[in-house]
């Protein structure tokens, strides 16, 4: 059979027949994903870029997709929306301090002076904001500028923030103020100023995984901005939500870690593991929780700035029950814990350090109303471990290790049981040359005077920071904070002096290079830097010197220097002829 060739007419009719179908075909198939390249963003940190940012994601329409954020730095003049079932993805890597200007970026620049306005971005419903960096180039570390939240939620369940850098926000996150039910926060890093994350309304299980706020942006004396969020910051605020998940939050820097209160639909009852706050006023407050309680599990807790600091603090609005297990606290803190309410709080397992920093014989824990359970606890200092005042209804205080003799009061006369017990017994003084003069930070007024701000940092069982007890230090100033050791000498004559200058408490980076020891003798006076980063623990030679008999003589540490100083021992060996 012969096969007839098909004419060119009846070909061209197929081929358009073909290509219109496949383009009907093309047409009824939605976007899923966007870039918003293609809708005219420059990424040039001049352009506003709000725009093309909002064309893109409208784009993907109903049914939803990703709008691609390549790297670059987008100014977005305004704000944005991200709709119902939309991600607005960039390019992620792992955040620096130094990773603003990098990446995807956006220039955050509306609502300066205000922190009332809509948020400079908000998430829908279903909706992701993923490897995105916001960075406001207008902030100022030396003077605050307030501005609206930088990231909120339009309402509505699975909100989600993941692989993000927000680098310096005045307020973070506001899962808050509408509903935020089933948010998911992950891999949130930044330094919101005045509020981290703020939660309420979730009534089904929350969660926040990896969270790391830290100085990615500035934290110094200097400026102010160190005393500032001492005083005015705090990293995350939660109020009702329930079964919330926490894992591996930290922070540090803020004059709160975690606060909790009562919303108008009540407080929180969650879950918090592997949680750290460092270098807080107060690491943990209570206002209220619910009944089933907050539950802090491996958690570790530095409290050392501002007034008053303390690890933990429960207000007297307090009715649930917070429980703390295996958990640490240090930071040369005024207390590891004030409680009041009516309800319950318990340490079990905990690591309590360095508490009664201005050596005041303030007890680590003070309970003033409700109940607390201590059991299992080791208390490495050797200062009052526990008072019950006020209004403090019952505490069982059982089977606890001791660095010193039981220190227990009840004023309040509340229902105490208290058992098992122990302590370790102090060391004495080491023994020095033959006939030295030896003075300890520990000594009495008579041979160590402070003048100013001076913190305690105690010894624990199983480390020395300090030189017999412990060792005093102060912040960095300009010499409004002095140590003046008085030796009292039996004969006039000559004296080898030294300076005991144990580990640095504060880790090392932040005390001086050139602390200054100024040494008054029959001699004259004479002053002598010691690099106090470098390790120590050993008694440093100051020098040869002449001394007259009797308290006529000093050693003197002071604050006028290039970073935090210590001072801990003088000692003065008899030099002979």
């Not at 096969?3 to 047409?27: E, H, K």
């Not at 059991?375 to 050797?382: L, T, V, Y």
């Not at 005042?389 to 105490?416: D, E, I, M, Y």
């Not at 580990?503 to 050139?514: L, Q, V």
């Amino acid at each position: 059979m012969r096969i007839r060739p098909i004419s060119p007419i009846c070909l061209i009719v197929v081929l358009l027949s073909v290509l219109l179908i496949c383009s009907s075909l093309y047409a009824e198939v939605p976007l899923s994903q966007v870039n918003v390249r293609d809708y005219g963003a420059k990424g040039d940190g001049v352009t506003d870029d709000t725009d093309a940012f909002t064309k893109a994601m409208a784009a993907l329409g109903e049914q939803g997709g990703t709008a691609t954020v390549p790297t670059g730095n987008y100014l977005i003049k305004t704000h944005i929306k991200i709709p119902n079932s939309v991600t607005l993805e960039g390019v992620w890597s792992i955040p620096t301090a130094f990773s603003q200007m990098k990446g995807s970026t956006l220039l955050a620049v509306e609502g300066a002076g205000a922190e009332t306005g809509t948020p400079f971005i908000t998430i829908g419903m279903n909706a992701t904001l993923k490897g995105i960096t916001v960075f406001y180039p207008n902030q100022k570390p030396e003077k605050i500028i307030p501005y609206p939240w930088c990231i909120g939620n339009a309402g509505g369940d699975n909100s989600s923030i993941i692989d993000c850098l927000i680098v310096n926000p005045y307020k973070g996150v506001d899962f808050a103020t509408n509903a935020s039910g089933r948010h998911y926060i992950r891999n949130l890093y930044g330094q919101p100023l005045l509020k981290g994350i703020a939660l309420d309304k979730c009534y089904d299980v929350g969660r926040i995984e990896n969270v790391h706020f830290w100085p990615f942006w500035k934290w110094d004396e200097e400026s102010g901005i160190r005393d500032w969020m001492w005083k005015n910051s705090e990293a995350i605020i939660l109020a009702r939500t329930d079964w919330e998940y926490v894992f591996n939050f930290f922070c540090f820097g803020y004059g709160t870690g975690f606060k909790f209160i009562a919303g108008k639909d009540g407080p929180c009852n969650g879950n918090f593991l592997g949680c750290g706050v460092d270098a807080s006023n107060i690491a943990v407050l209570v206002e209220d929780c619910q009944q089933p309680g907050l539950l802090f599990t491996n958690g570790e807790f530095v409290a050392f700035g501002g007034d008053k600091p303390a690890e933990v603090v429960i207000k007297n609005t307090n009715k649930g029950v917070v429980q703390f297990n295996n958990c640490a606290y240090w930071g040369s803190s005024d207390q590891i814990a004030r409680i009041d309410g009516t309800g319950t709080v318990s340490f079990t397992g905990c690591n309590l350090n360095h508490w009664d920093r201005q050596n005041k014989k303030i007890p680590a824990i003070e309970l003033y109303g409700g109940n607390l359970l201590v059991n299992g606890c080791n208390f490495a200092s050797a200062g009052p471990q526990l008072s019950l005042r006020g209004k403090a209804s019952s505490a069982v205080f059982l089977g606890n290790h001791l660095g010193g003799p039981v220190a227990v009061t009840n004023p309040a006369k509340a229902q105490l049981q208290m058992g098992f017990n122990t302590f370790q017994a102090p060391p004495g003084k080491p023994k020095e040359e033959a006939g030295a003069i030896v003075l300890d930070d520990a000594d009495g007024p008579s041979a160590v005077q402070y003048v100013g701000e001076w913190l305690v940092a105690q010894n624990s069982a199983s480390v020395d920071i300090g030189y017999f007890q412990g060792t005093h230090w102060a912040w960095k100033g300009n010499g409004d904070a002095k140590a003046v050791f008085t030796p009292n000498v039996p004969k006039a004559g000559t004296y080898r002096v030294y300076a005991f200058f144990g580990p640095d408490p504060d880790g090392g980076y932040a005390h001086a290079r050139k602390a200054p020891v100024i040494i008054r003798s029959a001699s004259g006076t004479a002053t002598k830097y010691v690099d106090l980063r470098l390790p120590k623990g050993t008694w440093i030679d100051l020098g040869v010197y002449k001394f007259a008999a009797g308290r006529k003589g000093s050693v003197t540490m002071t604050n006028n220097a290039d970073g935090n100083v210590l001072a801990d021992g003088v000692k003065l060996v008899p030099v002979k002829k």
